[in-house]
């Protein structure tokens, strides 16, 4: 897999970013609780790769909110949270103590579906509008993944095919707290050509 020039890699992190500043003004009026979302940097990286970038979280049962997409890009996109920072967003934005992940009530999960549904469809919601794509998305689905054959459940790619990661930290502030997930956006590697393309006819418009 080829690797995208710094000019792209800047391109691309403008996009989400841009994104994830409108999935925060979208949680502010639906959640009622002021949040800031900030996405420092991203990385680029090869489906085979994916392992040990769960590795990276240290955790197993991590929780998981993902949706699949297709159009001119196929694939999937997922925001991760590892237990400790499930435990501290259910506990922010419900007002009720988490003690065991494996066991969030309805209330915890709704709220997680609701802030990972946000969060993706602005991510490529404003992808799809700054590169001029169309993309149809799936309904949003909660899991708890504990490797990568989860993850990639119902995305079409499989750990050991052709494929590429875009991998973003994500920082959440909630009353004065922070919050860190993870944006994995998985795509089937004959979407590269077809990403590089339309993030350097976006920049040169």
């Given amino acids: 897999m080829k690797e ?5 890699i800047d ?3 403008e996009i ?3 994104g994830v500043g409108r999935a925060a003004n979208s949680l502010n009026d639906i959640i009622g609780t002021h949040i800031q979302l900030k996405v420092p940097r991203i ?5 085979e790769k994916l392992n040990e970038l769960l590795g990276r979280l240290g955790h197993a049962n991590v929780t998981t909110v993902m949706q699949s997409f297709k159009g001119e890009f196929t694939g999937s996109a997922a925001l991760l949270f590892p237990p400790e920072s499930t435990r501290r967003l259910i506990s922010s934005l419900t007002g009720e103590p988490v003690k065991n992940v ?4 309805d209330e915890g999960r709704s709220t997680l579906m609701e802030i990972g549904n946000i969060v993706i469809n602005c991510i490529l919601g404003t992808m799809g509008n700054i590169l ?7 309904l949003p689905q909660f899991r708890t993944i504990k490797n990568p054959v989860d993850l990639l459940a119902g995305s079409g790619l499989n750990e050991q ?3 590429f990661i875009i991998l973003a930290e994500a920082n959440f502030y909630i009353k004065a707290l922070e919050v860190t997930g993870y944006i994995f956006i998985f795509f089937k590697i004959d979407s590269f050509e077809i990403l590089t393309r339309m993030i350097n006819r976006a920049v040169s418009r």
């Fill in 4 to 8: 995208l020039s710094p000019l792209e």
């Fill in 11 to 13: 391109a691309l992190t």
């Fill in 16 to 18: 989400i970013n841009i």
């Fill in 43 to 47: 990385e680029l990286f090869p489906l």
């Fill in 102 to 105: 494996a066991a969030i009530a």
């Fill in 132 to 138: 001029e794509c169309s993309m149809d998305f799936s």
């Fill in 161 to 163: 095919g052709a494929g």
